[in-house]
DNA sequence: TTCACATTGCTAAATTTTTCACAATTAAAA
DNA sequence: TTTTAATTGTGAAAAATTTAGCAATGTGAA
């Protein structure tokens, strides 16, 4: 199913939104109001609604959402029906967390291979996924029809491997190193850095500390 | 110094900037153009500048900005001066992987301790931060002015743990569970989600994918 | 059957964030 | 000294995102 431009911040919120479901599911509750899914993810339920309006779902009136219709439908909007197969490159310390964190998460979106130039890491399997030697890559991703890749090598490495990624075929990008990259525009990169959230959450709590003493 | 209301995608940028400074510094280059450092964080120039602005910082008109001049400008605005001193509750995968990245990173703001509650880690040293049984948190905080907290331990523990961390004093909460909190207002909490991040990431890969084929 | 009322769905308004467009400026070149 | 050209700084416009406000509605109680 496809909606036409669906705002990023929309899609981000549809993902949480199914996450937050997915964790109170239980068999007494089938419904859930606007302003219970608000509370969870500390937004407004207008928000909520607004949301669900542009994805097209309806609740009821008196009883609000129906949860499964809704993580269902959200499926639908957010995943590919064949599923999409992920690469972790850079199995560090970062890259393990990844992978045992993804682990047994979500079906239509599964890390299949992790990638490293560290010969005591290549040949083995961490909670699941195997690792390859650096140079298999293209050829893997290749074979296995893998589209999106995350990035956890270190930061000097990142633009070259981002480049052979690009070349491989990839079509979506999370880079975890603090290296900004460039992609071709048929690339969609997202990029984290945990210190730019460090710093936020210190700048704000500090303004706070002050706002509120 | 203080400016008031800097937005908040302002002060993420700031961080930035700075961090992408001080990857970029040499000797020879003094200083740098607003559209210099828009290429490297993909946004425009405008966009630099309005931010500059906002900080009240200015450029030369044929030079541009003074690298040194705005790193030291962009810390005395997001960092504290006294520094700020940050906990890491939850020292397993993405504990340890938090802790090695910031090992030496940001000198305004240190992670000075790790809590945890299997005795295998405790009292000992990861990369230069002792870890300590969780029942010591308090104490801990309270004697070191620890202000800002990390979660990231298993998500079932995290509302219980945010709760310590407050009534500890902290101001500042970086919640990598998904599981999301409730904190009082005087507490900033950020929240960040890696499967919300590949969720999108997937979601507009796929979207290109159809764009552009 | 009627009524009361909590909730949805949605238009319009407000707010936040980004971009446009261009005057002002200044360092270097002529 | 004058000219040239590139860049900054910023008011105003545009775009994106969030919120307000309220009619419509359907459910359960009276
Ligand atoms: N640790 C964190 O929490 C964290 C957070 C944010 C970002 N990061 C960034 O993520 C990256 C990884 O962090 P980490 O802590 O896992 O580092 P790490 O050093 O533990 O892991 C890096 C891994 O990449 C491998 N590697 C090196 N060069 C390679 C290459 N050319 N091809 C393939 N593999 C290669 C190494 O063998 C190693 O296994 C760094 O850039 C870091 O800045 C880390
Ligand atoms: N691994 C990732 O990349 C990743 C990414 C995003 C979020 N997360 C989330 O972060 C959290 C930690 O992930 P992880 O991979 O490091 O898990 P982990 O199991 O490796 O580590 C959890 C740690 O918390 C400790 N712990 C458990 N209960 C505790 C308590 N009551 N007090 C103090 N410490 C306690 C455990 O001893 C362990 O060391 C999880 O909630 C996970 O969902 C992980």
């Known amino acids: 199913m496809i909606i036409k431009n669906l705002p990023h911040k929309t899609v981000e919120r549809l993902s949480q ?12 509750k089938t419904h859930v109001f606007s302003h219970e899914i608000a509370q969870m993810l500390h937004i407004t339920p ?17 009883k609000g959402y129906d949860i499964k219709e809704l993580i269902e439908l959200i499926g639908k909007i957010i995943d590919s029906d064949k599923g999409q197969r992920v690469a972790v490159v850079g199995l560090g310390n970062l890259g393990k967390a990844i992978i045992s964190y993804f682990k ?6 599964s890390i299949i291979a992790a990638f490293d130039i560290n010969p005591d890491k290549i040949n083995r399997v961490y909670d ?9 890559m293209t050829d893997i991703i290749k074979q296995n029809n893998i589209s999106i890749g995350i990035i956890s090598v270190p930061s000097t490495e990142a633009p070259e491997i981002a480049e052979t990624l690009v070349l491989s075929g990839i079509k979506g990008l999370l880079n975890f190193t603090p290296k900004p990259l460039n992609v071709p525009p048929y690339v969609y990169l997202e990029e984290y850095d945990m210190i730019t ?12 500390d002050e706002r509120f003493k």
Chains 1, 2 share one sequence.
């Open 17 to 28: 939104y199914r996450r937050a479901l997915l964790m109170t599911l239980s068999k007494e």
């Open 197 to 208: 959230s460090l710093e936020k959450v210190a700048f704000f709590a500090k303004k706070n």
């Open 104 to 109: 047994g998460k979500r079906s239509k979106l």
């Open 46 to 62: 207008v928000q909520v609604r607004r949301d669900l309006m542009l994805i097209g779902y309806s609740g009821n009136l008196r």
């Open 128 to 136: 699941g996924v195997p690792c390859y030697h650096i140079d298999q």
